[in-house]
Structures are given as structure tokens and as C-alpha cells.
């Protein structure tokens, strides 16, 4: 049993993560798991949320907990087991507005996924939602949450065009873009301080230079990291659809695997990372259905809407590793933008 949670749930962020969820399960199979911490014993489990889930799974169910890495919408997951240590779901469980607000969100997108052709894109499908003490929470049938081989970047970016294709797609000029009045809204809710302004002022810029340059919008998953995904075979299984959106401008999905593959999987840091992305958003985006000349474009609105993300819901404070957006996300955003200014 223990040596089923370790393997489980999703793909490490990290090289130093791998390894440790592989030893780890190693050493529960090997019957070693008395060297870490297996078990959190709670009172009264007969009305508990785990009795909860074992009646909507219709059979007792044994609970592991996940934690992410520290960040503003970091929530436990139960991993959900049965008596021989088979998968059965996960249920992720809110800790607060914010992550509450995130779980309404992934269930809403995962039932808009129910009966789109999808081709080989697959999702997982919603068990029950529902609250629990206050506590809103997401049952979810399992899928593969491990590449044997590792990601496969052919069958990924299929996959990646497939969602795109799943949906609706229009085309039209930036300023116009719901997606970016939208977003230049939230950034002026932002309050009056130095960051904040400097970002608005940043945002204004870009708009200057590309507000009437064609974008091609659709779906987009929000956050297609390589611990959100994993192939097997010709098929790609994506899990953490909380940010899910149609109407996004097509190319950012693949412009946030590569920022943060450098940074969690390459060594990269994350000046170097987005340093990296600006030299590769051209070919990203074009072969994920973006239009060819809208790289350096894509890489601006990327910047500036993981900035927004990163100052809303402060996830400095939040033990986000990364460090302060002023030492490597704006420079590169001042960058692009003033690169193509001076043209």
C-alpha cells in the first residue's frame, strides 16, 4: 500500500523528485516503509471525508496524502486506494477561497471536456464534488500519471493541437482580445505600487506595439507542465485542468511547458529559461497553430500574465521558488518589448 502511494499521483517536478518518489516506492515495496512517515490516524473516520469517498467509490478505500510544492494555490490531495493497493481516484480538497474557487473551476472544465473529440488526449472524469466541513472537494476518476519513457514531445504537441481543435477558434487583433482586456482589468486591480505600476506601464507598452496585430485564439489547459502530463503509446494523459480557458491566444500552453521544463527539469534558472523561450517562441508557437510571426508577441503576453498570477495571489510569500519577478521575469519582459519597439 505504501509503496503504491509513493509511485502515484503525478510526475515529479523535478529531477531530485523523481528519484526520490522512485526510491521511496522502492523501499515500501521492499517492505522498507517504516522509514518514513506511511500513516495519519484522524478521530471519528466513520464521518470523515474518506467514509465520504469510499461510499461514492462503493468500496472501503485506503487514503495517501500529496503536497505540492509550496504556492499560493497549493491544496492536499488524498490518493485513494483499495485493499490491494490499486488506484481508485484522487480527491483534491480546498484550504481556502482561493483554491476552492480552483477546484469549481477544474470541474466545470472537465465536464466541458465530457464528449469533445479529444482524439488522443485523454482526461480524467469527475467522480463527485461536492463540500465537506466548509471544504469544497474533487473526486476524480485515475489516470497514468507516469511516462515510461519519458514525455514524448511528438505525441504531446498532438495532443496539444487536438485540445486546440476540440474547440471553437477565431482569430482576432490583440486590443480587442477579450483574453487581454480581461487581463489588463486585473492587472489595474492591482493596487498602486511600484511593481504593480511598473507592470501596468509594461502591459500599456505592449499594447502599443501589437494591439492590432492578428492573434489566433482557442483552448487552452492553463498549465501544461510536464508534471501535468504523461504518454503512453501514441495517447497523452493531462490532469490538473484548473486553469482550463477557451479564448486564449494559441502558442502560450506551449510557451509555459518550455519556461518551466527549463527551469524545473533542465537546470535552467528562470533568467535563463525565459532568455531560452525567446529564442524558441517563433517555432512553439507556430507548431502548436499560432500565426508565424507572433513569437515575440506571445512571449510578452506570456510574461505578463504569469506576472499578474505571481502578484495577485503574492506566491513569493507563498514559498514559490523562483524569487522576485523584478529580478527575472520583468527584465525579459522589458526585453521583448522594448526589442520589438525599437524596430
Known amino acids: 500500500m505504501t509503496a503504491a502511494a509513493l509511485r502515484h499521483y503525478k510526475s515529479p517536478s523535478t529531477r531530485r523528485a523523481q ?102 488526449l485523454r482526461h480524467p472524469k469527475v467522480v463527485q464534488a461536492g463540500d465537506w466541513h466548509e471544504h469544497r472537494y474533487l473526486l476524480i476518476e485515475p489516470v497514468p500519471t507516469w511516462s515510461p519513457r519519458g514525455v514524448d514531445p511528438g505525441v504531446r504537441d498532438a495532443a496539444l493541437r487536438r485540445l486546440v481543435g476540440g474547440f471553437e477558434q477565431s482569430e482576432d487583433v490583440l486590443a480587442s482580445v477579450p483574453w487581454w482586456r480581461a487581463l489588463r482589468a486585473r492587472l489595474g486591480e492591482l493596487g498602486p505600487t511600484p511593481l504593480s505600476d511598473r507592470l501596468a506601464a509594461l502591459s500599456e507598452a505592449a499594447e502599443d506595439t501589437w494591439g492590432s496585430s492578428s492573434l489566433r485564439l482557442g483552448a487552452a489547459h492553463g498549465d501544461w507542465t510536464p508534471w501535468n502530463l504523461a504518454t503512453r503509446g501514441d495517447t497523452t494523459y493531462a490532469w490538473d485542468w484548473e486553469r482550463f480557458s477557451t479564448g486564449v491566444p494559441v502558442g502560450l500552453d506551449a510557451l509555459h511547458y518550455s519556461f518551466q521544463s527549463g527551469v524545473r527539469l533542465d537546470g535552467l534558472t528562470p533568467q535563463g529559461s525565459m532568455s531560452r523561450l525567446q529564442h524558441l517562441a517563433t517555432d512553439l508557437g507556430e507548431a502548436n497553430g499560432a500565426h508565424p510571426t507572433s513569437g515575440r508577441m506571445l512571449v510578452a503576453l506570456y510574461a505578463i500574465d504569469l506576472a499578474e498570477r505571481f502578484v495577485r495571489h503574492q506566491q513569493e510569500k507563498a514559498g514559490a521558488k523562483k524569487g522576485p519577478i523584478e529580478d527575472w521575469l520583468l527584465p525579459a519582459l522589458e526585453q521583448v518589448v522594448q526589442g520589438d519597439r525599437g524596430r
Open 19 to 120: 528519484l526520490t518518489a522512485v526510491a521511496l516506492g522502492v523501499a515500501g515495496w521492499l517492505g522498507a516503509g517504516g522509514l518514513v512517515p506511511t500513516r495519519l490516524h484522524v478521530r471519528r473516520p466513520e464521518h470523515g471525508l474518506p467514509a465520504r469517498l469510499s461510499t461514492a467509490a462503493g468500496r472501503p478505500l485506503h487514503v495517501g496524502l500529496t503536497l505540492g510544492p509550496p504556492r499560493a494555490n497549493r491544496k492536499p490531495v488524498l490518493h485513494l486506494l483499495d485493499g490491494r493497493g490499486v488506484t481508485q481516484g484522487y480527491a483534491k480538497v480546498a484550504v481556502n477561497d482561493l483554491t476552492s474557487r480552483r477546484l469549481v473551476r477544474e470541474e466545470e472544465a472537465l465536464r466541458s471536456l465530457e464528449g469533445r473529440d479529444l482524439g488522443s
